[in-house]
Every structure is written in C-alpha cells, then in structure tokens.
C-alpha cells in the first residue's frame, strides 16, 4: 500500500466552556463553544488534526459539521493520496457544496500530515514567514461592558494596543457611550468597530458618521450580506475603511467586491474559505486591489488558529493583525496546549513541523459530546 494514503478517520464533537459570555450580535450570547475536531491517519502512520468552528448565521452548526465530515467527506477520503491537498480539496468541493468549517478542518489536517512528514512548519509550506508574530485584536463582546473594560485595561497594561468592539445589537446612543469610554479610557488605542451586519441599510450612513468620529482603524460589515451595494455605498462615502467579513467569504467574492467597491479591507476566516489554499487566494485578490487583509474568527480554538497563524505569517499583505485571542484569553482550556502564546499584543507562529499542535486526548475526551 501507498505511504501516502489516507487510511483512518476519528472525529470529536466537543462543547468547550469560556470564561465569560460572549455576543457577537444576531441577540445569542454564548457561554460554551461548540466544535468538531478531526484526526487523519495515513498508512505510513502519519497524525493531522483539523477542526471546524461553525457560526449557525452562515448556516451550520458543529452538528451539521459532523454529519457532513462522518456521511460525505471522509469516506471519500479513505484510500487517497494526502499529499494532493489541492486534489482532495477539489473532491470535497465536488462531493457537497457549502459546509466550508468541514473543509477547512480536512484541508488543516492534510496539511498538519505534509508538514509533518516533510518536518518543515506549513508556513514553510506556504512560502516561509513575513513575521514572527501577528498583532493581536482582543474583541469586546462581552454583554457586560464594565467586564470586558477591566479585562482590556490588564492587556493595555501588558503592551496591549489593538481591540475591536461589537456593535449595532445594542441601541446607537449606547455604542457611543461604549466608544467614548474606549477612546477616553485608553489613549493610543488602535479602535476597530464590527457590526457583525446590524445596521438597516435606510440610516447606515447617518450613524456611521457619529462612529467615523471616533477614528476607527475600519468598521467591519456594518450591513447584511446580499446588501452589497449599500456596502459600496458606505465604502465611498466615509473616510474610514469598510472591511468586509460576511460578504466575502470566497475568492469569487472577493473578485466581486472589488469590481463594485465594496470592501476597502477584508477578512479572512479559514471557516469561511473553506480552507488556507483558498483563504490565500482571497488575500492575493485583495492585495492586488490594494486593500490590506486581517486574520478573523468565529470561535476556532488552538488547531484552527494555529493553521490561520501559519497561513497569515507568509501573507505580506495581512497588515491588520489577527482577533485570535480565543484560546489564550477566552476558553477555559483549549484541547491543545496555547501554541499562540498570546501575550504583549502579539500571538506568536507555531515552529513546530506541521500545524505544530499536540491534542490532550484527557481534555478532548472530556470536552467530547459524540464521536466516532
Ligand atoms: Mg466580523
């Protein structure tokens, strides 16, 4: 038998509790994250983990993750060769559409197996690192502001210098209030704004100008996807820069956003590219159109953000940092020892070969729903 082959998958629906409520919009708040973690193994007893961190508004959940990773995707990929990344992500691109937080898991995981096998980090893989570390934006989305205030304050005191705040759930006086505090409280503060698209398109402009004065970096999607001309609209009229998140998802998309003038910035999020070939993709459009790309997140842990970590390292053009704070500063214990070492306002790129993550089989274990 080939060495390369793909020849055995375990996978791990795991509930992870962080330490205080989080609100990204859309009026749920979270105390515990759901998320599916995948181990291939190849025939030469090669390990890759992946994972897959879904966000129910772009339509999936961790179950819905498990039910297309266990039915449709890796039974398919039993029996291939897993140094073709670019071939298997081509299969399980034909095999379903949609569910791009299980591609990426399987993608992460080819890659973890390649690097390790090569014993080089995957972001030697992907062209060798820019930067050391990546800046770190910690995001205020605790539903208790005074909360998410003293936590900022300790990691302002530590070197600290980038947050960005969740806005447009709560009425506009009130995010005005938040904004004053944070520009008031924290001189030298670099301010992003995320409206996580909670604004109606009719009085966007109106209230975006009230937030313009208080100088943010960018606003990130302040409208709904599928209302891109108002995105448009909104990127020409202010002079802040309107970063894209929910409306750009694919390089497809990130093609159209910069024939209509829709995104002066974007985020790139592995869960929404389905993966670091076509998350690269997005940020080589993007750089070509002159607009500067940031490291998002849903709610990945140490796996997922490790292999965005590697990714966004060799892109010269990823000059907004990165909001991958989740494992050193809001779960209660990730399922992989903190390879980021967030600290100082930086996260730091993994040196180990592969994703260079180890798995807690005690903590997974114990954090685990279902599994096969
Ligand atoms: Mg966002």
Redesign the pocket.
């Known amino acids: 038998m080939m060495a390369d082959l793909v020849t055995g998958f375990s996978a791990w629906l795991i509930d992870s509790p962080i330490r205080s409520a989080r609100s990204?919009g859309s009026g749920h708040v979270k105390r515990s994250v759901g998320r599916v973690i995948l181990r291939l193994q190849t025939a030469d007893g090669l390990t890759g983990w992946g994972e897959a961190a879904p966000w129910a508004p772009f339509g999936n959940t961790a179950e819905t993750a498990l039910a297309a990773l266990r039915h449709v995707l890796l039974p398919g990929l039993v029996g291939t060769d897993a140094r073709r990344i670019g071939a298997r992500m081509a299969d399980c691109a034909g095999a379903l559409a949609g569910h791009s937080d299980a591609k990426a898991a399987i993608e992460m995981a080819l890659w973890d197996i390649a690097g390790k096998r090569l014993g080089a980090p995957v972001s030697e893989l992907f062209g060798g690192l820019v930067r050391d570390s990546i800046p770190l934006s910690f995001s205020i989305a605790d539903p208790d502001f005074d909360a998410d205030m003293g936590r900022a304050r300790e990691m302002f005191a530590q070197g600290h210098r980038i947050l960005k705040i969740k806005t447009g759930f709560l009425d506009h006086a009130e995010d005005l209030r938040r904004l004053t505090v944070l520009r008031e409280g924290l001189p030298g503060l670099d301010l992003r704004v995320?409206y996580?698209q909670g604004l109606a398109p009719y009085d966007a402009l109106r209230k975006l100008r009230d937030v313009e004065a208080f100088a943010p970096t960018f606003i990130?999607?302040p409208v709904p996807r599928g209302q891109e001309a108002t995105l448009a609209m909104l990127a020409a009229a202010l002079d802040a820069p309107v970063l894209a998140?929910?409306s750009v998802t694919s390089p497809e998309e990130m093609l159209r956003a910069v024939r209509e003038g829709f995104a002066d910035a974007v985020?790139i999020k592995l869960m929404k590219s389905g993966g670091l070939i076509a998350g690269r993709a997005i940020d080589a459009i993007a750089a070509a159109a002159g607009a500067p790309s940031y490291g998002?997140t849903l709610w990945e842990g140490g796996i997922a953000l490790a292999a965005a970590a590697h990714l966004l390292a060799t892109l010269p053009n990823c000059t907004l940092g990165c909001e991958f704070y989740m494992p050193s500063y809001a779960l209660v214990r990730d399922i992989v020892p903190d390879v980021l070492r967030a600290g100082g306002g930086v996260v730091q790129v993994p040196s180990g070969a592969g994703l260079g993550v180890e798995v807690d089989m005690d903590v997974l274990r114990s954090q685990a729903v279902e599994s096969f």
């Open positions: 990204h995320d996580n990130e999607q998140d929910e985020s998002g």
